[in-house]
């Protein structure tokens, strides 16, 4: 079974501090990406990387950079945290010949 | 990217078919269509995956016309558990897919 996990299910930050959520998968997929969701607003891609130390914008990158150094493990960081940034955090991974993407469980971040 | 367009909700009961349909009047040749399911508080699950005409498995079935425009996620016999929220994606996986919002599916005894 493909396993996917997220380093936290619920964090709390203050405004203004750097996050760090890490996504790990065991099933040696080149891709991976990182989505918020929220709220009537659906699921929407961050960034994603399809290969190590390789990383592409999607739609909305602004105020978040990512880290892949090693095929498993994509990293998520926020340079200083804002309100607005409160979301549902969902890491995702697929194979290159694969067409099904595997989530991990989800870390809810609330900035206060 | 082809975008994609479902009912918001749909209400069922227990023991019931369910249809939801999903248009995406730009698919380009190479795209597949996947559906995805999503419980509250958790990542979405992929359910089907189809090309064209038909595909089932132990969970749903997925109908595409010849021209693939739309396509039908049908659910046979539906339990409380199927309430979710169902997202039909259009694309290829290991590169961007579009979301949207889904259809809020309520299935009630």
């Known amino acids: 079974d493909v396993k996917v996990t997220q380093s936290s299910r619920y964090l709390v930050k203050r405004t203004g501090e750097k996050v760090f959520l890490e996504c790990v998968q065991d099933m040696d997929h080149e891709n991976m990406f990182w989505y918020r969701q929220d709220p009537g607003l659906g699921l929407r891609l961050i960034y994603f990387s399809y290969d190590v130390k390789m990383k592409e914008k999607g739609d909305i990158p602004e105020g978040y950079s990512v880290s892949r150094e090693k095929k498993e493990r994509f990293s998520l960081i926020l340079e200083s945290a804002s309100t607005n940034q409160t979301s549902m955090y969902l890491c995702a991974s697929t194979s290159t010949r694969g067409y099904e993407q595997y989530f991990g469980p989800g870390t809810r971040l609330t900035v206060t | 990217l082809a975008k994609t367009t479902q009912p918001i909700s749909m209400d069922s009961y227990e023991g019931q078919e369910v249809n939801i349909t999903c248009s995406h009047n730009?698919?380009?040749?190479?795209?597949?269509i996947t559906w995805y399911q999503q419980f509250p508080s958790q990542g979405p699950r992929f359910i089907i995956q189809?090309?064209?005409t038909k595909v089932t498995n132990e969970v749903a079935s997925l109908f595409i016309p010849a021209d693939r425009k739309s396509s039908t996620l049908s659910l046979p016999r539906v339990s409380l558990s199927d309430t979710a929220v169902y997202y039909c994606?259009?694309?290829?996986?290991?590169?961007?897919?579009?979301f949207g919002t889904g259809t809020r599916l309520l299935v009630s005894p």
């Open positions: 730009n698919i380009a040749t190479n795209d597949y």
């Open positions: 994606l259009v694309g290829t996986g290991f590169q961007k897919l579009v």
């Open positions: 189809g090309y064209k």
